[in-house]
């Protein structure tokens, strides 16, 4: 497989992995989307999609936004490193923003687009402990 392949070993399945983004801070939100973004410690990047149907109530929908993520996790793949990646979708896409599947599907890849950016910058390092902080 290329570089830009999505292989199983790039995906977040169990619940464990999942959790694990998820007890993190978002680390951005986009109008519809959330993004969590943690450090793996290993080579490849792994992606988490999460829509559930309080927010996208038609299986089309939900799959194109499931598609529209992993496409654009695959090309940008090389970009995260040893990151797990997780979208979560967090409100409904109103049907005046979305009146054609084209539009749907332009809205879904620019807020998409713009996280998997942001989601490719430098992760924070966390807080050296203090010297002689003990309690």
């Known amino acids: 497989m290329g570089p830009h392949a999505y292989p199983k070993a790039a995906r977040l399945a169990k619940t464990d992995e999942f959790s694990s983004v998820f007890a993190l801070r978002p680390v951005r939100r986009s109008r519809h989307f959330v993004l969590y973004v943690r450090a793996n410690g290993h080579p490849q990047a792994r992606l988490g999609v999460v829509v559930g149907k309080k927010f996208a109530r038609r299986a089309v929908e939900r799959n194109l936004i499931k598609r529209q993520c ?66």
């Not at 496409?71 to 923003?97: C, M, S, T, Y």
């Open 70 to 135: 992993r496409e654009l996790f695959r090309l940008r793949q090389p970009l995260l490193g040893g990151r797990d990646v997780l979208i979560r979708l967090q409100a409904k896409f109103p049907r005046e923003d979305t009146p054609t599947v084209a539009a749907f599907k332009r809205i879904c890849r620019e807020e998409l687009s713009y996280l998997f950016d942001v989601a490719a910058r430098p992760l924070p390092t966390p807080p050296a402990p203090k010297p002689g902080g003990g309690a």
